[in-house]
């Protein structure tokens, strides 16, 4: 089992920052991917960016340019550092990691006011 646990969310005016982190516990071991996703109320949960083992990473349209994913395997951790925020990136961010089985966090909410 692998348990998720996120932070960093909270309210930013247009145009600001946040960056979440993700805290990974628990058989972490054989994670080989790990993600961010959004949700807003009545939509399907939103693949934001991922990124591998070694490093590679990919974005969503939406956000490529104004978020950056990264990994710190040694300290167990996921960040998501976002940048020049608008109203639309308000959602609840969930962290997941995929091994043997996908995991979730319960996710933390990021509301963007203009």
């Known amino acids: 089992q692998v348990q998720l646990a996120e932070s960093g969310g909270g309210l930013a005016q247009a145009g600001g920052s946040l960056r979440l982190s993700c805290a990974v516990s628990?058989?972490?071991?054989?994670?080989?991917?790990m993600a961010w996703y959004r949700q807003t109320p009545g939509n399907q949960r939103e693949f934001i960016a991922g990124i591998t083992n070694s490093g590679a990473a990919n974005y969503a349209d939406s956000v490529k340019g104004r978020f950056t994913i990264s990994r710190d395997i040694a300290e167990n951790t996921l960040s998501l550092q976002m940048s020049n925020l608008n109203p639309e990136d308000t959602a609840v961010y969930y962290c997941n990691a995929l091994g043997l089985s996908s995991y979730w966090g319960q996710g933390t909410q990021v509301t963007v006011s203009s």
């Open positions: 628990g058989s972490r071991f054989d994670i080989r991917y």
